[in-house]
């Protein structure tokens, strides 16, 4: 099994929108284990809107109602999170995971995002903004990703290029810069597939 993690410098940056033309383009499953903030709606039926079939999305591990950091969420909510339930699910084929906000951010008060990735083991792909502040955010992501031991596959950036923010970001961090979805208006199957399929090289996921 093939997994690709994919993980963000902050929340909002499009991790979600880029799971969605990834799983797509490989024909991969996606799961999001934890998902905060179901009262604003899941990543899971984004990604079906987005052009995944919906058998091909796995049930969260935990589905938690406030919009906030997985760990509190669950306090809110009176769940446990117990790590154990958090095991890479066994599927036929590749596999793309998405995170929850940033690397550092606590699935519970005693683990962060970035543990568990270390725990899984799996490539992970940064999304990055173009927009201004992404070299330090993206320099401090990797940094804490490396120290904790997990394989960085490369930064997909979202958003409209910044040609020397992105250069920078991969020749100080030494990551491959594995290229960019630009802001889609219309965002449809249709418009995510066509811009994945122009913007990134499908052999770097494989
Ligand atoms: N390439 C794009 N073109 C148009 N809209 C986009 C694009 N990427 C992201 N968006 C929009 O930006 C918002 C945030 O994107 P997304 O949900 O993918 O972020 P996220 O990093 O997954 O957030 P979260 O931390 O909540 O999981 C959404 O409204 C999404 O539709
Ligand atoms: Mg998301």
């Known amino acids: 099994m093939s997994v690709i993690v994919v993980t963000g410098t902050d929340t909002d ?6 799971a969605a033309a990834l799983t797509v383009a490989l024909g991969a499953h996606y799961w999001k284990p934890v998902q905060a903030g179901l009262e604003d709606g899941s ?3 984004t990604v079906v809107r ?22 509190r969420a669950a306090e809110i909510d009176r769940v446990t999170i117990d790590p154990a339930r958090l095991a890479l699910p066994a599927v036929d084929g590749p596999l793309v995971v998405e995170g929850a906000g940033g690397v550092l951010v606590p699935v519970t008060r005693t683990l962060l995002y970035a ?11 940064l999304v990055a903004r173009t927009a201004l502040g992404t070299i330090n955010h993206s320099l401090l ?18 958003g409209e ?8 970001i991969a020749a100080i961090a030494g990551v491959r810069r594995l290229g960019r979805l630009p802001r889609l208006d219309p965002l449809t199957p249709e418009t995510l ?6 913007n990134f090289r499908l052999e770097d996921f494989r």
């Open 13 to 18: 940056v499009g991790k979600t929108v880029f």
């Open 43 to 45: 990543d899971a039926s």
């Open 50 to 71: 987005l052009g995944v079939p919906a058998e091909r999305v796995l049930p969260e591990a935990y589905r938690l109602t406030t919009p906030c950091s997985p760990h």
């Open 115 to 125: 543990d568990l990735f270390a725990r899984w083991q799996a490539p992970v792909v």
């Open 141 to 158: 992501s990797i940094e804490a990703l490396r120290t904790r031991g997990v394989p960085i596959l490369g930064v997909a950036f979202s």
């Open 161 to 168: 290029a910044v040609e020397d923010s992105e250069a920078t």
């Open 193 to 198: 597939a066509t811009a994945f399929a122009a």
